[in-house]
């Protein structure tokens, strides 16, 4: 199921939302340990983030336009489901090899981050998802992962992080993380990639699919269920974090204080931006020299090769 959900709070092109919501991850053919899947009803926390983000938004009346598109499913096993080895194309037609079928997350968010530029057109672009185990290992679960391209949303996220008492880490988009995942000659794309470091090659991955200013928001450590968390938060229960640090930099972005990477000026991130073409096969980080338009939603349900129900 695809689930679309928007919220105008002002006019201008909308924020969009992209958030993973896999309600259960056994991991597929690649099996996870039983004990490693007890948390795994959580691999949709990115979505439930996201929707509370929203609902905060219309109750505050914050003026800004966000659009959620968040694909929901299930990571299991089936005669139908992914194999190792297996070849798929993305919506601008990128191949993409199968190395790992639990690392689902990133397949979902893909098709789902290129249908909400092409339909909605938005000034910047985040990505909020419990997508590597990486993470975890690198914060302990006291922070959770940052990944952008532009210095102003960095800071605002960090602002905003500091408000809500939950606090993001900016990691690194490199190219060495790029060519990682691109040394294969056959496809254009590996779901897993050759190297150690699992949360930036996971943004790696969905830099490939994103046009414009984005930020990606790695939430595995403090997304799922709560362990050395603060009190308030009982240990057997999903966390709901980090919704307050997104509310908060929403409400950043509604005040039009971010700066551009080469603007020293305030800018209104909602009107100064251009509005978004979806990057060509093999395009991939390179500042979408290469870009096909599509006409809008109906163009891009057609051009992909799965179609969506979707919910409003």
Known sequence: MFLECEYRGTDGPPVLLAAKGVTFDSGGLCLKRPE?????????????????????????KVPVNVVAVIPLCENMISGQCM???DMVRALNNLSIQI???????????????LYGQAAHRPALVLDVA?????????????????????AGLWGALRAAG??????????????????????????????KGSGL?????????????VCGDWLHLDITGVGKLA???????????????PARTLIYLFEEISKGCLKKESDPSPVG??????????PARGVAGRRCGRTRRVAGPAAAAAASPRRHAITH
């Open 269 to 278: 991130v909602l009107s100064a931006i251009r509005p978004l073409e979806v």
């Open 99 to 113: 190395e790992d079928t639990d690392m689902e997350g990133r397949l979902v968010l893909a098709d789902a981050l």
């Open 227 to 241: 362990h050395s968390q603060p009190p308030y938060l009982d240990q057997r229960r999903m966390t709901g974090r």
């Open 36 to 60: 490693d899947m007890v948390e795994n009803r959580g691999s949709m926390a990115g979505a439930a983030v996201a929707l509370a983000a929203i609902k905060a938004l219309a109750l505050m």
């Open 130 to 150: 419990t997508l590597t185990h990486g993470i975890l290992l690198a914060t302990g679960g006291g922070a959770f992962g940052a990944f952008t391209n532009h």
């Open 83 to 85: 194999k190792v080895g």
């Open 197 to 209: 470091a699992t949360a930036c090659l996971g943004a790696a991955f969905l830099k490939n699919f």
């Open 162 to 191: 500091g408000g809500a008492g939950d606090r993001p880490w900016r990691l690194p988009l490199w190219g060495y993380y790029q060519r990682q995942i691109t040394n294969e000659p056959a496809v254009d794309l590996r779901n």
